[in-house]
């Protein structure tokens, strides 16, 4: 009897890299192109433009601008629109914009308070917006939105957390580490947005903030972030259903603060720093192998 194959998760640079350094950009999938909104540059400046870019090859097409450029905002695809929540530059700001195809964004909504480092997660046709930044206090509503314009409250967050990882499997929401007063938390948070539940579910094996997630395969893949004055290159899998974490690989160097989006069942983590902005990119994704060829 000849074994199934197993899935493994194979790690690797691209052969192409931005056209300049960028880190906390948002990243939204556009079908099976990436699109890339605002952001940091190596000179410290916050990122107004919005591109296209071909995960194949690399190609960056310049596809409009923001309204007001942002960093550490996060993005959602909502009924098919592409929206950026929040963010900031020199202060957090409350702004929702809506990407227009070669064109400048539009302001469509504001969130109920200025929100940056924050994320999204999107399960039907809701997207919630958790964790965050005021501009004076860390935020623990979870808020869920249908059109980017209304908005209410769902949950509240056990831990209140600037820069998590998130990702949703069977419409649940998980929250990964992030900074709670200042400093890396190892906490794992679960949402159930239909309960409005929030619970602290687990931890994390070392504190971390700045990461990001991708679910491959049913499993949740944490990458990269901060442990606290470290970059990190660990890549640790996350099992919904037992809620056990353990080492999954390592990235080809540490980075933290990228952009990541997955795209036709490949996790890509776009720029970030390592600790400027740097212009690399990273795919995470899971390839059959036989037992025989394991190492």
Do not use: C
Not at 153 to 162: E, G, N
Not at 242 to 271: E, F, H, M, N, R
């Amino acid at each position: 009897m000849v074994a199934a194959p197993v899935q493994v998760l194979q790690v690797g640079a691209t052969d192409w890299q931005l056209a300049a350094p960028l880190s906390r950009a948002v990243a939204l999938a556009d079908g099976r192109q990436i699109v890339l909104a605002g952001g940091l540059t190596a000179a410290q400046t916050t990122a107004t433009g919005v591109f296209t870019l071909d995960p194949a090859t690399g190609r960056l097409t310049s596809d409009g601008s923001l309204v007001e450029p942002v960093h550490d905002a996060a993005g959602a695809v909502l009924d098919g629109r592409l929206l950026v929540f929040g963010g900031g530059a020199a202060h957090s700001v409350a702004a929702v914009q809506q990407l227009v195809p070669a064109a400048v964004a539009t302001l469509i909504g504001t969130l109920p308070q200025p929100r940056s480092d924050l994320v999204t997660a999107t399960i039907g046709g809701t997207t919630y917006v958790l964790g965050g930044y005021t501009g004076a206090d860390a935020v623990s509503t979870v808020l869920a939105t249908r059109d980017g314009r209304a908005f209410t409250t769902v949950a509240r967050l056990p831990v209140s957390v600037r820069y998590p990882a998130v990702a949703t499997v069977g419409g649940i929401i998980y929250l990964f580490g992030g900074e709670h007063d200042g400093v890396p938390t190892p906490a794992i948070q679960r949402i159930d947005p239909g309960t409005g539940i929030a619970r602290v579910t687990g931890h994390l094996p070392t504190p971390l903030a700045h990461a990001a997630a991708f679910v491959l395969g049913g499993s949740i893949y944490l990458a990269g972030g901060r442990t606290g004055t470290a970059i990190d290159d660990a890549i640790w899998r996350f099992d919904p259903g037992g809620g056990q974490t353990a080492a999954a690989g390592t990235l080809p160097s540490p980075v933290a603060d990228a952009a990541s989006v997955t795209v036709a069942g490949v996790g890509y983590l776009i720029g970030g720093e390592n600790p400027k902005p740097v212009a690399t990119a990273v795919t995470l994704r899971l390839v059959a192998q036989s037992p025989a060829s394991r190492p």
